[in-house]
């Protein structure tokens, strides 16, 4: 097994990635979630298996992956904006369903700033709205339409849910354990699809908060670049909780991501995350995707959304 270095940037490899790799985990989200032209790749899903890696080739296609996900945040990028109109669906082992709906947005993908804004219930009728900073020492911050006001939450609020009751945190859609220590553990396949598996190992500022997270694994797509499953363990070798892509939808010539699904192994439940409607292509003011714009409401047509059904 080889170790990479966070610190080490190799230059990406590859022209095109496909969007659905920064929306992953939003991102997947900043991070799963990533749209790109497919333009000179081979048409999705491919078949075969994934050769085993090099030193060297492991380092630079986990670079790579970094180097997009991590993208310089001054750029401006225009007519290359998205939004993604989602929706959250809690299904526990015991007990109803619930869900909550809200808007995904960002500038371009491979940026390392995307937006979350939750809809406000019945039950919760102040809506929030996040913005997530990708990278090696991630920042999230809160605005809430109650306090009308915008905060930055501590590290210790990264492990919190982002939705009471549901199983993703903010630390699971930043994906930062990317730019961790990494080991590259084996190829095979993963989902039906050829993909590199990557060990991360937590560092002291995620100990001291998370003793119990101790390593996660991540399986890379051979062909796309793009996380296929992460799993995250405690101190046994069992999975304390999975990631893991269920479905991708075309939309404008994209591929994107239609459903992901978050298993909690303790409490046998799943979060469902699905795209409901995407828009793309677009222009968004850049003050929006700061911590002071946080407080106004983008404004992207209806008739700018194309359904994923």
Not at 133 to 139: D, H, S, Y
Not at 214 to 232: C, S
Not at 234 to 239: I, L, M
Not at 274 to 296: C, I, M, R, W
Request: glycine share 4%; charged share 20%.
């Amino acid at each position: 097994m080889s170790v990479i270095q966070c610190q080490k940037q190799i230059p990406a490899s590859r022209e095109f990635f496909p969007f659905f790799a920064r929306f992953f985990f939003f991102c997947i989200l900043a991070s799963f979630i990533s749209l790109s032209s497919l333009s000179g790749k081979k048409s999705f899903p491919a078949r075969g298996f994934a050769k085993i890696l090099t030193e060297n080739e492991a380092a630079i296609r986990l670079g790579s992956y970094r180097s997009f996900i991590g993208r310089d945040l001054n750029n401006t990028n225009f007519h290359q904006a998205y939004a993604f109109r989602f929706r959250l669906r809690h299904m526990p082992r015991r007990g109803d369903e619930f869900s909550r709906t809200g808007t995904l947005y960002g500038f371009a993908l491979g940026h390392g700033l995307s937006r979350i804004d939750l809809d406000s219930t019945e039950t919760e009728p102040h809506s929030r709205n996040f913005l997530l900073q990708n990278g090696l020492t991630p920042r999230v911050w809160v605005y809430s339409s109650h306090s009308r006001k915008t905060r930055l939450l501590e590290k210790e609020e990264l492990f919190n849910p982002l939705i009471f009751g549901m199983n993703q945190s903010p630390f699971d859609l930043l994906m930062p354990f990317v730019f961790w220590n990494a080991k590259y553990v084996k190829s095979g396949k993963v989902a039906g699809r050829p993909s590199h598996l990557y060990s991360f190992t937590s560092p002291q500022w995620v100990e001291s908060i998370r003793p119990d997270l101790t390593t996660v694994v991540m399986a890379l797509d051979d062909n796309y670049e793009a996380p296929l499953r992460i799993e995250t363990f405690g101190q046994s070798n069992v999975a304390e909780r999975t990631f893991i892509l269920n479905s991708l939808k075309k939309v404008s010539d994209h591929w994107i991501v239609k459903s992901l699904d978050y298993k909690d192994r303790q409490t046998r439940s799943n979060t469902r995350f699905e795209v409901t409607a995407a828009a793309l292509n677009l222009d968004l003011d850049p003050t929006l995707l700061t911590a002071a714009g946080l407080k106004s409401q983008p404004v992207v047509p209806n008739e700018a959304f194309v359904s994923t059904k």
